[in-house]
């Protein structure tokens, strides 16, 4: 038996896959011109980006080089680390290394024993960072001592306070709360001194307040349940004044 072979029907219009390319290439030839200029100009787009990268990646090689010169010179010639931060800050300004420079300086001037200077550096730094910054607590807790240290207990009220409205889950703010608590109670407001000292206890933190004096104060939670019972004593003696007076 003869098999019979179909003929196959002509193809009278041209395949999809192969008529694309062909279009492509038609219409190179015929928009000769505006192919090359696009094309430079995408070939240009991509050097200028790479090059601005470059740029960039060694701005931020420079700046971390300076910054690590200076901080090297911090022990050793407090003059030329001071130029130098400052010449990275004035140089690179936006580079997230320059920040550091500011809390770099302000411990330096700390060290000078000149807090005022050492504030204004930690307050430019809280200037140029946001509020989700993990080192804006720690840069407060240094402000308030410096305030305490130059006798300003109401400068450093205020950033107490700001501690406990804005980080009052933070490890710090049972430091906060205790040192709120201590100035609050030099004050006369012990009823206020009493709940600042049973928020810092109930943040079960064993942050205790930067002594005031020579003396060092007792640490953890011993010694704020001592702070808060010789405060409900306090507060009950006078309630019993009060009614005998009466």
């Given amino acids: 038996m003869v098999t019979k072979i179909k003929k196959r029907r002509p193809i009278t219009a041209p395949d999809e896959f192969i008529s694309f390319p062909n279009r492509i290439l038609n219409y190179i030839q015929e928009n000769l011109k505006r192919v090359i200029f696009i094309s430079t100009i995408f070939v240009f787009a991509i050097l200028l980006s790479l090059l601005a990268r470059y740029w960039h990646q060694q701005k931020k090689e420079n700046a971390l080089s300076l910054y690590t010169k200076a901080e090297r010179l911090i022990n050793q010639d407090q003059k030329e680390a001071i130029n130098m931060f400052n010449h990275l800050l004035k140089e690179y300004p936006h580079m997230g290394i320059a920040k550091f420079s500011y809390l770099k300086l302000a411990y330096i001037y700390e060290q000078k024993e000149d807090f005022k200077k ?10 140029n960072t946001k509020d989700n910054n993990p080192l804006r607590p720690f840069v407060l807790h240094a402000i308030i001592c410096d305030y305490e240290r130059l006798g ?11 501690i406990v409205e804005k980080w009052k889950n933070h490890a710090i703010s049972s430091w906060a709360y205790a040192q709120l608590g201590l100035i ?20 079960k933190d064993d942050l205790t307040p930067a002594p005031s004096s020579s003396k060092a104060y007792s640490t953890g939670p011993a010694w704020l349940e001592s ?8 507060k009950k003696m006078t309630n019993v004044k009060s009614s005998n007076a009466k």
């Fill in 227 to 234: 702070k808060i019972k010789a405060l409900s004593n306090k």
């Fill in 184 to 203: 609050l109670e030099r004050e006369g407001k012990l009823t206020e001194a009493y709940n600042m000292y049973k928020n810092a206890l109930e943040s």
């Fill in 118 to 127: 050492a504030i204004s550096l930690y307050e430019k730094y809280l200037e």
């Fill in 152 to 162: 300003k207990i109401d400068l450093a009220k205020k950033y107490l306070k700001m």
